[in-house]
């Protein structure tokens, strides 16, 4: 259980570049707009594969990065809980000795309810419409971070590069 949450210091400066690469890819602007106001990021799939690659402190620490938009002080609210959620099940899966990125199916699992439940809370939409908007932009994240992931994880030796020393 200890293990779940350590993280050694090249994933935490690992998990800390692309969370600050997803902030700064937010922050310029650079998104497809599907249904005003739902956007899709290509920051999720920086801040995914940190998820993935790093686990649930990892994930914590790339999903507050990107979760933050300036010159406001925004947050993303539902942005950081789901990627430590998808950081725990990536070191599950990595404990049953599969690869950590198949957690990316996560994402719409836990973040299209999250974001629904943000998105009914503040803003006035359509449900049935706001449900498929979601739907789609996590179903759209989540396989291009697995393909992504994969890609890399192929060409490659993330994993043994990113595991080592653990920072207690």
């Not at 914590?60 to 990107?66: E, K, P, T, V």
């Not at 992504?148 to 590069?161: D, Q």
């Amino acid at each position: 259980m200890g293990r779940l949450f350590k993280i050694n210091s090249r994933q935490l400066i690992f998990a800390s570049l692309m969370g600050t690469v997803a902030f700064i890819v937010r922050n310029m602007g650079l998104y497809v707009v599907l249904l005003h106001p739902f956007k899709f990021d290509v920051r999720w799939v920086f801040s995914l594969l940190a998820a993935c690659w790093t686990g649930p402190v990892g994930g914590f620490i790339s999903g507050f990065l990107a979760a933050l938009k300036f010159p406001y002080p925004l947050i993303d609210l539902a942005c950081i809980p789901v990627h430590f959620l998808v950081g725990l099940m990536a070191r599950f899966f990595r404990k049953m000795n599969k690869s950590s990125i198949v957690a990316c199916i996560f994402w719409p699992v836990f973040g299209v309810p999250a974001y629904l439940a943000m998105s009914l809370l503040f803003l006035r939409v359509d449900v049935f419409v706001l449900a498929l908007a979601l739907a789609f932009i996590g179903v759209s994240t989540s396989v291009i971070a697995m393909v992504v992931g994969y890609a890399v994880e192929k060409r490659t030796r993330i994993l043994e590069l990113l595991e080592g020393c653990y920072v207690v």
